[in-house]
Protein backbone atom coordinates (compact mmCIF):
# COMPACT_ATOMS: atom_id res chain seq x y z
CA UNK A 1 0.00 0.00 0.00
CA UNK A 2 1.50 3.38 -0.98
CA UNK A 3 1.78 6.26 1.46
CA UNK A 4 -1.78 8.37 1.13
CA UNK A 5 -1.84 12.08 0.00
CA UNK A 6 -1.80 14.04 2.81
CA UNK A 7 -2.81 17.72 1.35
CA UNK A 8 -6.42 16.78 2.51
CA UNK A 9 -5.12 16.55 5.51
CA UNK A 10 -2.97 19.47 5.71
CA UNK A 11 -6.18 21.40 4.14
CA UNK A 12 -8.44 20.18 7.11
CA UNK A 13 -6.09 21.32 9.57
CA UNK A 14 -5.76 24.84 7.71
CA UNK A 15 -10.03 25.21 7.68
CA UNK A 16 -9.93 24.18 11.03
CA UNK A 17 -7.68 26.10 12.43
CA UNK A 18 -8.66 29.74 10.73
CA UNK A 19 -12.70 28.63 11.51
CA UNK A 20 -11.64 28.52 15.22
CA UNK A 21 -10.17 31.72 15.20
CA UNK A 22 -13.12 33.14 13.52
CA UNK A 23 -15.00 31.19 15.71
CA UNK A 24 -13.57 32.71 18.94
CA UNK A 25 -13.65 36.03 17.19
CA UNK A 26 -17.45 36.00 16.73
CA UNK A 27 -18.54 33.73 19.08
CA UNK A 28 -17.16 35.17 22.15
CA UNK A 29 -19.00 38.39 22.32
CA UNK A 30 -22.30 36.38 21.15
CA UNK A 31 -21.75 34.53 24.13
CA UNK A 32 -21.40 37.00 26.77
CA UNK A 33 -24.69 38.73 25.31
CA UNK A 34 -26.73 35.23 25.62
CA UNK A 35 -25.18 35.14 29.41
CA UNK A 36 -25.94 37.86 30.76
CA UNK A 37 -29.23 39.76 28.80
CA UNK A 38 -32.59 39.96 29.83
CA UNK A 39 -33.87 40.46 26.25
CA UNK A 40 -37.02 38.86 25.48
CA UNK A 41 -35.26 37.80 22.53
CA UNK A 42 -32.39 35.58 23.86
CA UNK A 43 -34.68 32.35 23.49
CA UNK A 44 -35.11 33.34 19.49
CA UNK A 45 -31.01 33.92 18.94
CA UNK A 46 -30.00 30.85 21.85
CA UNK A 47 -32.45 28.95 18.95
CA UNK A 48 -30.86 29.85 15.83
CA UNK A 49 -27.40 29.82 16.69
CA UNK A 50 -28.18 25.62 18.21
CA UNK A 51 -29.66 24.82 15.02
CA UNK A 52 -26.99 23.43 13.62
CA UNK A 53 -26.96 20.51 16.05
CA UNK A 54 -30.41 19.70 14.85
CA UNK A 55 -30.82 20.18 11.14
CA UNK A 56 -28.85 17.48 8.66
CA UNK A 57 -25.65 19.05 7.25
CA UNK A 58 -26.74 18.22 3.71
CA UNK A 59 -29.83 21.12 4.50
CA UNK A 60 -27.37 23.65 6.13
CA UNK A 61 -25.22 23.16 2.79
CA UNK A 62 -27.60 23.14 0.59
CA UNK A 63 -29.07 26.86 1.78
CA UNK A 64 -25.63 27.50 2.48
CA UNK A 65 -25.26 26.77 -1.24
CA UNK A 66 -28.18 28.90 -2.18
CA UNK A 67 -26.91 31.76 -0.06
CA UNK A 68 -23.33 32.17 -1.31
CA UNK A 69 -24.51 31.82 -5.15
CA UNK A 70 -22.47 34.47 -7.17
CA UNK A 71 -26.21 35.90 -8.28
CA UNK A 72 -27.15 36.44 -4.80
CA UNK A 73 -26.60 39.63 -2.34
CA UNK A 74 -24.33 38.15 -0.44
CA UNK A 75 -22.30 35.96 -3.06
CA UNK A 76 -22.44 39.00 -5.29
CA UNK A 77 -21.04 41.26 -2.80
CA UNK A 78 -18.60 39.21 -2.40
CA UNK A 79 -17.17 38.08 -6.26
CA UNK A 80 -17.28 42.29 -6.46
CA UNK A 81 -15.29 42.71 -3.60
CA UNK A 82 -12.68 39.75 -3.83
CA UNK A 83 -12.79 38.89 -7.62
CA UNK A 84 -13.91 34.91 -6.63
CA UNK A 85 -17.33 33.19 -5.49
CA UNK A 86 -18.04 31.95 -2.39
CA UNK A 87 -19.48 28.75 -3.30
CA UNK A 88 -16.46 26.12 -4.21
CA UNK A 89 -13.45 28.07 -2.87
CA UNK A 90 -11.41 27.61 0.44
CA UNK A 91 -13.09 31.24 1.45
CA UNK A 92 -16.84 29.58 1.43
CA UNK A 93 -15.74 26.38 3.24
CA UNK A 94 -14.47 28.66 6.32
CA UNK A 95 -17.98 30.95 6.33
CA UNK A 96 -19.99 27.81 5.92
CA UNK A 97 -18.09 25.53 8.64
CA UNK A 98 -18.01 28.67 11.22
CA UNK A 99 -22.04 28.76 11.01
CA UNK A 100 -22.18 25.33 10.91
CA UNK A 101 -19.56 24.78 14.29
CA UNK A 102 -21.05 27.95 15.88
CA UNK A 103 -22.74 26.50 18.62
CA UNK A 104 -19.86 24.15 19.22
CA UNK A 105 -18.11 27.55 20.18
CA UNK A 106 -20.95 29.41 21.85
CA UNK A 107 -22.56 26.79 24.05
CA UNK A 108 -19.76 26.22 26.02
CA UNK A 109 -18.74 29.65 26.28
CA UNK A 110 -21.97 30.58 27.39
CA UNK A 111 -21.89 28.06 30.33
CA UNK A 112 -18.68 29.52 31.86
CA UNK A 113 -20.08 33.17 31.39
CA UNK A 114 -23.15 32.17 33.44
CA UNK A 115 -21.08 30.70 36.35
CA UNK A 116 -18.97 33.30 36.79
CA UNK A 117 -21.71 35.27 37.66
CA UNK A 118 -22.49 38.75 38.47
CA UNK A 119 -20.17 38.97 41.64
CA UNK A 120 -16.47 39.16 40.35
CA UNK A 121 -17.99 41.65 38.03
CA UNK A 122 -19.35 43.72 39.95
CA UNK A 123 -16.03 43.35 42.74
CA UNK A 124 -14.29 44.73 39.51
CA UNK A 125 -16.16 47.81 38.65
CA UNK A 126 -16.71 48.88 42.71
CA UNK A 127 -12.76 48.94 42.01
CA UNK A 128 -13.56 51.15 39.03
CA UNK A 129 -12.86 48.93 36.05
CA UNK A 130 -14.21 49.70 32.99
CA UNK A 131 -16.62 46.74 31.37
CA UNK A 132 -13.95 46.15 29.15
CA UNK A 133 -11.05 45.34 31.72
CA UNK A 134 -13.40 43.62 33.95
CA UNK A 135 -13.88 41.44 30.96
CA UNK A 136 -11.04 40.37 30.30
CA UNK A 137 -9.02 40.64 33.52
CA UNK A 138 -11.95 38.56 35.42
CA UNK A 139 -14.41 36.83 33.26
CA UNK A 140 -12.14 35.44 30.85
CA UNK A 141 -9.47 33.81 32.86
CA UNK A 142 -12.06 32.50 35.24
CA UNK A 143 -14.41 31.19 31.92
CA UNK A 144 -10.76 29.51 30.48
CA UNK A 145 -11.82 26.08 30.45
CA UNK A 146 -15.26 27.25 28.70
CA UNK A 147 -13.00 28.90 25.93
CA UNK A 148 -10.65 25.47 26.08
CA UNK A 149 -13.66 23.60 25.74
CA UNK A 150 -15.02 25.71 22.10
CA UNK A 151 -11.49 25.48 20.73
CA UNK A 152 -11.46 21.68 21.49
CA UNK A 153 -15.02 20.88 19.95
CA UNK A 154 -14.48 23.76 17.17
CA UNK A 155 -11.70 22.77 16.08
CA UNK A 156 -12.51 18.95 15.95
CA UNK A 157 -15.97 19.52 14.62
CA UNK A 158 -14.58 21.06 11.58
CA UNK A 159 -12.38 18.98 10.83
CA UNK A 160 -15.11 15.94 10.52
CA UNK A 161 -17.43 17.94 8.11
CA UNK A 162 -18.32 16.38 5.29
CA UNK A 163 -22.05 17.15 4.49
CA UNK A 164 -21.40 20.72 4.46
CA UNK A 165 -18.17 21.21 2.70
CA UNK A 166 -18.65 18.98 -0.01
CA UNK A 167 -22.16 20.76 -0.64
CA UNK A 168 -20.53 24.27 -0.50
CA UNK A 169 -17.32 23.32 -1.70
CA UNK A 170 -17.39 20.18 -4.17
CA UNK A 171 -13.98 18.26 -4.60
CA UNK A 172 -10.96 20.08 -5.97
CA UNK A 173 -7.95 19.32 -5.33
CA UNK A 174 -5.82 21.87 -3.33
CA UNK A 175 -8.68 24.12 -2.68
CA UNK A 176 -11.96 22.37 -1.16
CA UNK A 177 -11.21 18.60 -0.89
CA UNK A 178 -10.39 17.97 2.96
CA UNK A 179 -9.82 14.62 4.79
CA UNK A 180 -13.36 13.91 4.84
CA UNK A 181 -13.89 14.24 0.62
CA UNK A 182 -10.98 12.36 0.09
CA UNK A 183 -12.14 9.40 2.41
CA UNK A 184 -15.37 8.79 0.67
CA UNK A 185 -13.36 9.59 -2.98
CA UNK A 186 -11.44 6.60 -1.69
CA UNK A 187 -14.55 4.33 -0.90
CA UNK A 188 -16.65 5.21 -4.21
CA UNK A 189 -13.58 3.90 -6.11
CA UNK A 190 -13.09 0.81 -4.30
CA UNK A 191 -9.81 1.65 -3.22
CA UNK A 192 -9.94 0.78 0.45
CA UNK A 193 -6.60 1.10 1.90
CA UNK A 194 -6.16 4.38 0.82
CA UNK A 195 -9.58 5.11 2.56
CA UNK A 196 -8.34 3.25 5.64
CA UNK A 197 -4.70 5.06 5.53
CA UNK A 198 -6.75 8.22 5.73
CA UNK A 199 -8.93 7.46 7.93
CA UNK A 200 -6.51 5.93 10.54
CA UNK A 201 -4.43 9.38 10.17
CA UNK A 202 -7.45 11.33 10.92
CA UNK A 203 -8.82 8.78 13.87
CA UNK A 204 -4.98 9.05 15.41
CA UNK A 205 -5.00 13.00 15.09
CA UNK A 206 -7.88 13.71 16.27
CA UNK A 207 -7.82 11.19 19.81
CA UNK A 208 -4.60 12.94 20.42
CA UNK A 209 -5.64 16.51 19.61
CA UNK A 210 -8.79 15.60 22.13
CA UNK A 211 -6.65 13.69 25.15
CA UNK A 212 -4.04 16.24 24.82
CA UNK A 213 -6.44 18.72 25.14
CA UNK A 214 -8.51 17.14 27.90
CA UNK A 215 -5.52 16.27 29.88
CA UNK A 216 -4.50 20.10 30.20
CA UNK A 217 -7.84 21.05 30.89
CA UNK A 218 -8.18 18.79 33.85
CA UNK A 219 -4.70 19.65 35.62
CA UNK A 220 -4.97 23.46 34.64
CA UNK A 221 -5.80 25.65 37.98
CA UNK A 222 -8.12 28.48 36.92
CA UNK A 223 -6.64 31.68 37.37
CA UNK A 224 -8.12 35.29 37.30
CA UNK A 225 -5.48 38.13 36.62
Not at 16 to 19: E, L
Not at 86 to 92: A, I, K, N, V, W
Not at 201 to 209: A, P
Given at each position: MSWP????LWLSVQL????TVLLLIVGTPLAWWLATTRARMRPFIEALTAMPLVLPPTVLGFYFLIL???NSTIGGLWRDATGET???????LVLASALYSLPFMVQPLQTAFEAVGRGPMEAAASLRASRLDAFFSVAVPMARRGFLTGIVLSFAHTIG???VVLMVGGNIPGQTRVISIAIYEQVEVLDYAQAHALSA?????????LLL???LNRRAPVRVG
Open positions: DLAPAGVTFNPLTFSFSGEFGILLVFSFTVVYT
